[in-house]
């Protein structure tokens, strides 16, 4: 039974979550927003493909490993100033970015804007938590902010292209800065610190290892210019990198990421779907601008818009999702919704390789379309089946953990498909890091009908509403 809520307590929701929601937009915008202006940042500053994907996976890189420190300093210092300063941090850097002359300042600064971007979002969360103790409250506050990092999702690309199309790309860095100084403002205004002592604690060697783990492998399917002796080192150095920090955090009395959460054979299956989701869509968005220049001759303010076939499903196929999980069940619902992002990876593979102009338009909609319908479908309720499957005592750190190997798989994803894209003035090119997507949906299907549950179970069916 909730406890009961008066008018004047239902009143802050809105202001509190906007405060904080809008964390979450920036964050979001900056990786969807840069997606479209990556063809005139590699032009103007001199990136080959590998470059380009730095530039997303830099910020990722950044994002993730400090995702594990941001948490507990924010619970030791406290949540608002730790998003305070993570926002301050995001605005310097922003600046950096927008003034970047070369391609090492541009990277260096998108380092410093992840690490700012993690600060801000846990920052976020935990106060969410603290400012809404009823669950009724908390439910609607995080779905509210669902909406707007949905809104950063599929707006992103088509804003990002107009700002770089009209004003240049570097307006994509510098138009965070009002909304930056307007967090400055609003959040000490309206939101309460709060802290945790006894949170856990900070450990700077898992912040090591995860972050060498993950900086080797992307660097490994990136370089272009190393011999295969030297990428397979690379490899072999981020799996050791990898295997001591899981070593490291099973063996801790209070890990930070507890990969125990992982253990069962259904959560395992849910792992291997969130990092599916990387690969069949999120890092395909990253690449698709370049395949509408090459592929199509669009202009960038045309690929933006264009772009909303695959991304504007994500504001409006989450609210039917939820009905059809209860009626399928968890291993029906996601075989279907990673069948709609394989076929929709597979139509991208062909447009890729059509030799008729209007075979490859059509199919080229038609697969951003299928896509953007497909994680639509599965994206939102990632975070229903981890706590509907986690045990109550882990549901806190499921959620971080989820978190951690969404943002890995991003990273890990974008280096992955850009290592088989070998040039980007050829729209042929493109089919082998769609035909990779399509192979990473069709391994989710199979992850989905081996591991997981055929039902889903009523824990989940009180919680559906609440995933983001």
Same mark, same amino acid.
């Given at each position: 039974?909730?406890?009961?809520?008066?008018? %004047?307590?239902?009143?802050?929701?809105?202001? /509190?979550?906007?405060?904080?929601?809008?964390?979450?937009?920036?964050?979001?915008?900056?990786?969807?927003?840069?997606?479209?202006?990556?063809?005139?940042?590699?032009?103007?500053?001199?990136?080959?493909?590998?470059?380009?994907?730095?530039?997303?996976?830099?910020?990722?890189? %950044?994002?993730?490993?400090?995702?594990?420190?941001?948490?507990?300093?924010?619970?030791?210092?406290?949540?608002?100033?730790?998003?305070?300063?993570?926002?301050?941090?995001?605005?310097?850097?922003? /600046?950096?970015?927008?003034?970047?002359?070369?391609?090492?300042?541009?990277?260096?600064?998108?380092?410093?804007?992840?690490?700012?971007?993690?600060?801000?979002?846990?920052?976020?969360?935990?106060? /969410?938590?603290?400012?809404?103790?009823?669950?009724?409250?908390?439910?609607?506050?995080?779905?509210?902010?669902?909406?707007?990092?949905?809104?950063? =999702?599929?707006?992103?690309?088509?804003?990002?292209?107009?700002?770089?199309?009209?004003?240049?790309?570097?307006?994509?860095?510098?138009?965070?800065?009002?909304?930056?100084?307007?967090?400055?403002?609003?959040?000490?205004?309206?939101?309460?610190?709060?802290?945790?002592?006894?949170?856990?604690?900070?450990?700077?060697?898992?912040?090591?290892?995860?972050?060498?783990?993950?900086?080797?492998?992307?660097?490994?399917?990136?370089?272009?210019?190393?011999?295969?002796?030297?990428?397979?080192?690379?490899?072999?150095?981020?799996? =050791?990198?990898?295997?001591?920090?899981?070593?490291?955090?099973?063996?801790?009395?209070?890990?930070?990421?507890?990969?125990?959460?992982?253990?069962?054979?259904?959560?395992?299956?849910?792992?291997?779907?969130?990092?599916?989701?990387?690969?069949?869509?999120?890092?395909?968005?990253?690449?698709?601008?370049?395949?509408?220049?090459?592929?199509?001759?669009?202009?960038?303010?045309?690929?933006?818009?264009?772009?909303?076939?695959?991304?504007?499903?994500?504001?409006?196929?989450?609210?039917?999702?939820?009905?059809?999980?209860?009626?399928?069940?968890?291993?029906?619902?996601?075989?279907?919704?990673?069948?709609?992002?394989?076929?929709?990876?597979?139509?991208?593979?062909?447009?890729?390789?059509?030799?008729?102009?209007?075979?490859?338009?059509?199919?080229?909609?038609?697969?951003?379309?299928?896509?953007?319908?497909?994680? %639509?479908?599965?994206?939102?309720?990632?975070?229903?089946?981890?706590?509907?499957?986690?045990?109550?005592?882990?549901?806190?750190?499921?959620?971080?953990?989820?978190?951690?190997?969404?943002?890995?798989?991003?990273?890990?994803?974008?280096?992955?498909?850009?290592?088989?894209?070998?040039?980007?003035?050829?729209?042929?090119?493109?089919?082998?890091?769609?035909?990779?997507?399509?192979?990473?949906?069709?391994?989710?299907?199979?992850?989905?009908?081996?591991?997981?549950?055929?039902?889903?179970?009523?824990?989940?069916?009180?919680?559906?509403?609440?995933?983001?």
């Amino acid at each position: 039974m909730h406890e009961r809520t008066s008018p %004047a307590a239902d009143g802050r929701i809105v202001p /509190i979550t906007f405060a904080l929601g809008l964390g979450a937009f920036l964050t979001l915008f900056d990786v969807t927003a840069v997606v479209v202006a990556m063809p005139g940042i590699a032009k103007d500053l001199g990136f080959a493909v590998a470059g380009a994907a730095w530039v997303i996976d830099a910020y990722s890189l %950044a994002f993730t490993g400090a995702l594990l420190a941001s948490g507990a300093l924010a619970d030791r210092f406290g949540r608002r100033r730790s998003m305070l300063i993570g926002n301050a941090v995001f605005l310097v850097a922003s /600046i950096a970015c927008g003034l970047a002359t070369d391609g090492p300042m541009l990277l260096a600064s998108r380092v410093v804007q992840g690490v700012g971007a993690a600060f801000m979002v846990t920052g976020a969360t935990a106060l /969410i938590a603290g400012a809404f103790p009823n669950l009724d409250q908390r439910a609607r506050a995080f779905g509210m902010i669902g909406v707007i990092a949905g809104a950063a =999702m599929a707006l992103g690309p088509t804003l990002g292209g107009l700002l770089a199309s009209w004003f240049g790309w570097r307006w994509i860095f510098y138009a965070n800065i009002p909304f930056c100084l307007s967090l400055t403002l609003v959040v000490p205004r309206f939101v309460a610190e709060t802290n945790d002592p006894d949170g856990p604690p900070l450990d700077p060697v898992g912040v090591a290892l995860l972050t060498i783990s993950l900086g080797l492998a992307i660097d490994a399917l990136l370089r272009r210019d190393g011999s295969l002796a030297i990428r397979a080192g690379c490899l072999a150095g981020s799996a =050791m990198a990898a295997m001591l920090f899981v070593l490291q955090q099973w063996r801790s009395s209070r890990p930070v990421l507890d990969p125990r959460v992982f253990a069962t054979s259904a959560m395992a299956g849910v792992g291997a779907l969130l990092a599916a989701i990387q690969f069949g869509y999120w890092a395909v968005l990253v690449y698709l601008p370049l395949f509408l220049s090459t592929g199509l001759l669009v202009r960038m303010e045309v690929a933006g818009v264009a772009l909303l076939a695959a991304t504007l499903p994500m504001l409006l196929v989450p609210l039917i999702g939820g009905r059809f999980v209860t009626q399928w069940g968890w291993r029906c619902f996601f075989v279907v919704a990673f069948g709609v992002i394989a076929a929709g990876d597979a139509l991208l593979a062909l447009a890729a390789v059509s030799t008729s102009p209007a075979m490859r338009l059509a199919a080229t909609i038609a697969g951003m379309l299928t896509i953007g319908v497909g994680a %639509a479908l599965a994206n939102p309720q990632m975070s229903s089946v981890v706590l509907a499957l986690a045990p109550p005592t882990q549901a806190g750190m499921a959620s971080a953990v989820t978190m951690i190997v969404r943002q890995a798989g991003f990273a890990i994803s974008i280096a992955a498909l850009g290592a088989t894209l070998t040039r980007t003035d050829m729209a042929t090119a493109f089919a082998a890091p769609f035909a990779l997507a399509t192979l990473a949906a069709l391994a989710a299907i199979a992850a989905a009908i081996i591991l997981l549950p055929a039902k889903s179970s009523q824990k989940d069916a009180s919680q559906k509403d609440v995933s983001g």
